[in-house]
């Protein structure tokens, strides 16, 4: 069963950094790429960073971009997000994902539970 857990949320002033972590299991981490996405308060889902599947290559959303960075360790089967110089509208609730491909082609779309970022003074 795939179990994605995310963790490293919470209240942080404007200008203060958060790391949240996304510990994955019951699919091979090393061999997928694994996405940050968030959805503000009232808002739809927006892709924050993804990271292929050795760390080699990553990507993010201009809104973040200089901002945040994206890691993994595929020895803890873990995925990071470090966020700095945080701002209000980075207040969201942040979901680990991956895209699981099954043998007989099949495509599915994992989610944690996600952890909540709010940033205010």
């Known amino acids: 069963e795939v179990q994605l857990v995310e963790s490293g949320g919470g209240l942080v002033q404007p200008g203060g950094s958060l790391r949240l972590s996304c510990a994955a299991s019951?699919?091979?981490?090393?061999?997928?790429?694994m996405s940050w996405v968030r959805q503000a308060p009232g808002k739809g889902l927006e892709w924050v960073s993804a990271?292929?599947?050795?760390?080699?290559?990553?990507s993010y959303a201009d809104s973040v971009k200089g901002r945040f960075t994206i890691s993994r360790d595929n020895a803890k089967n873990t995925v990071y997000l470090q966020m700095n110089s945080l701002k209000p509208e980075d207040t969201a609730v942040y979901y680990c994902?991956?895209?699981?491909?099954?043998?007989?082609?099949?495509?599915?779309?994992?989610w944690g539970q996600g952890t909540q970022v709010t940033v205010s003074s």
């Open positions: 990271i292929d599947s050795d760390g080699g290559s990553t």
């Open positions: 994902n991956v895209a699981v491909i099954y043998s007989d082609g099949t495509v599915y779309h994992y």
């Open positions: 019951g699919f091979t981490f090393s061999s997928y790429a």
